[in-house]
């Protein structure tokens, strides 16, 4: 898959085009010390006066530069669409690769700092499954009617509790097998070099 940033974020990234691949190292180190620790304005200062640009300009590129690697890693986005993705931002190789750089040696790093960030969202916990299989009813001696039932368990963080909540799914044997072929089919289109193009030209 390709991420697919919207213009406020690409504004923040073009910073970068009018840096040297120290300053971006810089920025990085920087962008990774507020996903550890929060951020300090003092740091967008400091940097700000090294490089002689307004504070608002550095926090935008970290800004920008951290949503770049955090949903880089949350994807585990491949060597090859996270090269993609950058440069259609319209970023030169050697910027591109850069980024990379910084994106493989952080991203085990940055995966387990989001694995710990709270969510309001359910997350999944279990999924427990049936199949039942009508054989002959009053009207059909002989008949084989599969139905498949599952019961996904979610968990969701309330504060200091838990909340459990399940969903109840049932569908007939012909309408899973639609569900795989219709999944699988839009899986296979997501890797052809059409669909990547597409993916580059979307704002």
Known sequence: MLLVLCDEHKEHLAFLHKVDAAVVGEFGRIA???????????????????????????????EGLMFLMTESSKHML??????????????GDD????????????????????SLV????????NLEWRLDVQL??????????????????LTRRLGSCTEHSSRV??????????????LEGALGAMKTTHARRILRSIK
């Open 78 to 91: 491949s060597e090859v669409d996270f090269l993609d993705s950058v440069r259609a931002l319209d970023f």
């Open 169 to 182: 799914l049932q569908v007939d044997l012909s309408t899973l097998l639609h569900f795989i072929s219709v």
């Open 136 to 153: 002959a009813s009053r009207s059909l001696r002989q008949m084989v009617a599969p139905m498949l039932t599952t019961r996904l368990l």
């Open 32 to 62: 990774l010390e507020f996903l550890r620790k929060g951020a300090s304005p003092k740091i967008y200062e400091g940097a700000a006066r090294k490089l002689c640009v307004a504070v608002k300009m550095v926090q935008h590129g970290v």
């Open 118 to 125: 709270p969510s309001n969202l359910p997350a999944y916990h």
């Open 95 to 114: 910027l591109s690769q850069t980024l990379l750089q910084m994106y493989q040696q952080n991203q085990n790093e940055i995966r387990s700092i989001l």
